[in-house]
């Protein structure tokens, strides 16, 4: 059965960094685009950012460019969100989210599973 599981969320100042994991089970994981996607409290769900199959193009919505990275590493099965100089507007619960097409949309349909989603609080 598809799942994904992520890891790496917590509590973190401002200015701090954390590093989001998803590691995909019961499929193919180099067969799909993978993406970001957080929800902060009160406000609707907000892409992030996109990575290619093979891991070659990478994509960031314009309020975490310059300051987060994804990648992947398809022998574990596994996608990454190095998240540094972290906002406290960046506080939100982090999901990862299957896609057959590359999309970068904040529409939730677009994706056809996602993971339990990591917490991400900044604060001081």
């Known amino acids: 059965q598809v799942q994904l599981v992520e890891s790496g969320g917590g509590l973190v100042q401002p200015g701090g960094s954390l590093r989001l994991s998803c590691a995909g089970f019961?499929?193919?994981?180099?067969?799909?685009?993978m993406n970001w996607v957080r929800q902060a409290p009160g406000k609707g769900p907000e892409w992030v950012s996109s990575?290619?199959?093979?891991?070659?193009?990478?994509y960031y919505a314009d309020f975490v460019k310059g300051r987060f990275t994804v990648s992947r590493d398809n022998a574990k099965n596994t996608l990454y969100l190095q998240m540094n100089r972290l906002k406290s507007e960046d506080t939100a619960v982090y999901y990862c989210?299957?896609?057959?097409?590359?999309?970068?949309?904040?529409?939730?349909?677009?994706?056809?599973?996602w993971g339990q989603g990591t917490q991400v609080t900044v604060s001081s």
């Open positions: 019961g499929f193919t994981f180099s067969t799909y685009y």
């Open positions: 990575i290619y199959r093979d891991g070659s193009n990478t």
């Open positions: 989210a299957r896609s057959r097409r590359f999309t970068m949309t904040s529409i939730l349909s677009m994706y056809d599973y």
